[in-house]
């Protein structure tokens, strides 16, 4: 997610292809944390979710407009995260858990956008907790959606190893769909296991990042050394600091737009 500049780096060759949309309900299997946003309130569970807040990067950049949760809220069992225009200031609508969670699991997310936005940039992904600076803890992005490739989602990792103190991209899917519809539900999921980062979408694997067992020092899985939050939004991209961001200019006449989520699961492996 930290980006300003997305170059693309590719380490693992694997096959992805366009899936249909999952319609089912999670199964209620080994389950660790499940959310399918039931609840009887107007905003997301307070003691499993908090918001997003501004961070001086691209998908942060725009949570300082935002006052709670005008850009959040539960509708008819559906999360719906916001980015709009207000005068002159764009805003965001995210969440993150406020505990996290172990290795060898699988986190799932049925997720669409209502539209396409210009300039927008949805993430469904995963940070480390007490981690060091980052990504020495590494990064973990099931979605990520920008309209330079509109009919592309990106699913990627970011380590220290791949990194290093000043890159911004990270290892992403290298055969991507051509013709993806966002705008449609999909199941975007990830293993976080000992022996690789494995990626699916519709239940699919698409691609997999492997531990290469290098020297603790490489940096290159730190994955199982920390517990990792799960993190929920859509954010703007538009300038930041004087310098484009990845996810583009954005077009006012496409806000507002929203990203629903229809369930949240967490399983052990």
């Known amino acids: 997610m930290k980006k300003t500049l997305h170059i693309l780096y590719y380490t693992i060759i694997s096959i992805l292809i366009p899936l249909p949309c999952l319609s089912v309900s999670p199964q209620k299997g080994n389950i660790l944390f499940i959310d399918e946003f039931n609840e009887n309130s107007i905003i997301p569970d307070s003691s499993i979710w908090k918001l997003c807040t501004y961070g001086n990067h691209t998908w942060g950049q ?3 407009n935002v006052e709670g949760y005008e850009n959040v ?3 008819n069992g559906v999360l719906k995260l916001k980015v709009s225009k207000d005068k002159n200031s764009y805003k ?6 406020t505990s996290g969670f172990p290795c060898n699991t699988r986190l799932e997310v049925k997720a669409k956008l209502t539209k396409l936005v210009k300039g927008g940039f949805p993430a469904i992904w995963q940070m480390p907790m007490d981690a060091p600076q980052w990504p020495r803890g590494g990064e973990i992005d099931l979605m990520e959606w920008v309209q330079g490739t509109p009919n592309d989602i990106y699913q990627t990792v970011h380590t220290y190893f791949i990194n290093g103190d000043n890159g911004s991209a990270g290892a992403t899917n290298p055969n991507r769909p051509t013709n993806f519809d966002i705008t449609q539900y999909h199941v975007y999921a990830a293993d976080r ?3 690789a980062i494995i990626f699916y979408i519709d239940g699919k694997e698409t691609w997999r990042y492997p531990n290469q067992h ?3 020092e490489k940096m290159q899985y730190p994955f199982c050394q920390y517990k990792y939050d799960i993190i929920l939004n859509f954010s703007l991209g538009g300038d930041l600091n004087g ?3 990845w996810p583009g200019k954005i077009n006012d006449d496409d806000l507002p737009g ?3 989520i229809d369930w949240v699961k967490l399983s052990s492996l």
């Open 62 to 64: 725009h949570f300082k």
């Open 73 to 75: 809220k539960v509708e």
């Open 92 to 97: 965001n609508g995210g969440i993150r858990t």
């Open 193 to 195: 296991t000992e022996e």
């Open 214 to 216: 290098l020297p603790e």
């Open 243 to 245: 310098n484009p961001t």
């Open 258 to 260: 929203e990203m629903w």
